[in-house]
């Protein structure tokens, strides 16, 4: 590990940003600031994601650091990763950087929207990668029979998007309306050099494909976030709460 971290930073000037050049020079006293960058990627890739999080708060040139999306940078998040959990995971869906990723598995706690601490109210949702709970959800979602009751949209619309794997209220289909609005509006405005149909089957299959992408993830989060006691407990609980409805 140590070599390919050796192999990827070359040099200050092309993988290490510049303000992290200015900090070490401007803390030449500090022991940290003085450390080699290839060191000090070494020493964080064993540190938790939680750890980096914090260590990229301290100051801009930390943050500038940690928080870059070169590959040497990615290689020390991805390493964290794989030696902070027991049980191996994913690498991060696509477009998603490892620090994102890894926030969304293990650090972030509450609603990015209201703030909600109740884990039995909040559910990581890969469809649109947002942490929240179900109260703030709802204002997002609409459910599939208001789709095709009071939206009219057609069926082979409606199998073109993904359905929502924690939806707001159990036993019932949800879709995000923002990916609703979305895929209608690519529909109608397709060129005419686009056979409509076969958009509508490829559009199809890659949903398919995402709600399956998605589903393991979901799967992944449950056992990384929650003990086996904190999993039955809120599969417990969304059943009392399906009973209700």
């Known amino acids: 590990m140590a070599k390919d971290l050796d192999d990827k930073v070359e040099s200050k000037s092309t993988i290490i940003p510049k303000t992290y050049q200015r900090f070490m020079k401007k803390n030449a006293q500090n022991k940290a600031a003085r450390l080699p960058p290839k060191i000090l990627f070494e020493i964080c890739s064993y540190l938790h994601p939680k750890d980096l999080y914090s260590l990229a708060s301290v100051c801009k040139s930390y943050r500038s650091l940690l928080w870059s999306r070169k590959s040497a940078t990615q290689e020390v998040w991805k390493n964290s990763r794989v030696q902070s959990f027991s049980l191996p995971t ?61 939206w009219k949209v057609p069926e082979q619309i409606l199998l073109c998007l993904v359905p929502l794997q924690s939806p707001p209220q159990p036993r019932k289909i949800y879709y995000l309306i923002s990916d609703v609005i979305q895929t209608i509006n690519e529909f109608h405005e397709l060129p005419e050099t686009i056979n409509g149909d076969d958009w509508l089957e490829e559009t199809q299959e890659e949903a398919l494909q995402k709600t399956r992408i998605c589903e393991r993830y979901r799967v992944q989060l449950e056992l990384i976030r929650y003990s086996k006691k904190e999993r039955v407990q809120r599969i417990l609980r969304r059943g009392r709460n399906a009973n209700q409805l």
């Open 90 to 150: 994913f690498p991060p869906p696509d477009e998603m950087c490892e620090q994102q990723y890894n926030w969304l598995l293990t650090v972030t706690q509450k609603c990015q929207y209201c703030g909600e601490k109740d884990m039995f109210k909040l559910a990581l949702h890969w469809e649109f990668s947002s942490y929240c709970c179900y109260s703030c959800l709802e204002k997002k979602t609409v459910s599939h029979s208001s789709l095709v009751d009071e």
